[in-house]
């Protein structure tokens, strides 16, 4: 029962182009949305987050847009730069449930020089 | 200042057998979570502890347990081995629980179960 999807495995991107990392869910259930990023050999580390009441959030290089009505959300990751490099985990939270989050299989973005 | 830690690093146990993993989490954070993170999967919630509580439990059957102690930090347990154990278990603290924005992960534990 996979309700958050990420159906990239992996992308590619040159440096200072843009990376779009994009991410399906199929619960309505969800009111809060967040991506993480994975260096290998680190725990994940927040990156940016989205509450459903908006469907915009952006913080310096990063843009999340959440589009309810098809149920997707995307990172935008503008300019891509090599440490940038990393899995990328979308993730989102039951509503009312603050301890129920569900975690996509994540996104290998690699940023070429 | 430390960030989270997880003990040990690595481990190796066959079927059947117990394990523990452990968790110290950032200093002045009460709230701890576990993760199972499968080979080529995300995070999958394991539990969730406040103030020495279970506030969460992820669907998960009852060889798994966890415990916090007075000093935060926490303690997963996990009986009768199986190999589909083997995962990187995650444990991540925050200031109270749903602060996910505020949330910070342990490199992991990585459980080998042959």
């Known amino acids: 029962d996979q309700q958050v999807k990420q159906n990239s495995p992996s992308l590619s991107v040159q440096e200072g182009r843009i990376s779009i990392l994009n991410c399906d869910y199929t619960?309505?259930?969800?009111?809060?949305f967040l991506w993480y990023k994975k260096y290998p050999a680190e725990g994940p580390t927040f990156l940016i987050s989205i509450s459903s009441i908006k469907d915009k959030n952006e913080d310096g290089r990063f843009t999340v847009f959440l589009n309810k009505s098809a149920k997707h959300l995307s990172l935008h990751i503008v300019p891509s730069q090599p440490g940038d490099s990393a899995v990328y985990f979308c993730?989102?939270?039951?509503?009312?449930?603050?301890?129920?989050?569900?975690f996509g299989a994540g996104t290998r973005l690699t940023v070429k020089p | 200042d430390a960030g989270v830690t997880q003990s040990p690093t690595h481990l190796i146990k066959t079927r059947g057998q117990h394990v523990t993993l452990r968790c110290s989490p950032i200093s002045g954070h009460k709230s701890v979570s576990w993760y199972q993170q499968v080979l080529g999967q995300g995070p999958q919630f394991i539990f969730q502890y406040y103030e020495k509580e279970e506030r969460g439990r992820g669907n998960f059957p009852d060889r798994f347990s966890a415990r916090q102690f007075p000093n935060y930090s926490s303690e997963l347990n996990v009986n009768a081995l199986l190999l589909g154990d083997s995962a990187l278990y995650l444990c991540?603290?925050?200031?109270?629980?749903?602060?996910?924005?505020?949330?910070?992960f342990g490199p992991g534990t990585r459980l080998t179960v042959l």
């Open positions: 619960n309505s259930m969800f009111d809060y």
């Open positions: 993730a989102a939270r039951v509503m009312y449930n603050n301890n129920d989050m569900r």
């Open positions: 991540a603290s925050s200031l109270y629980p749903g602060s996910y924005n505020e949330q910070f």
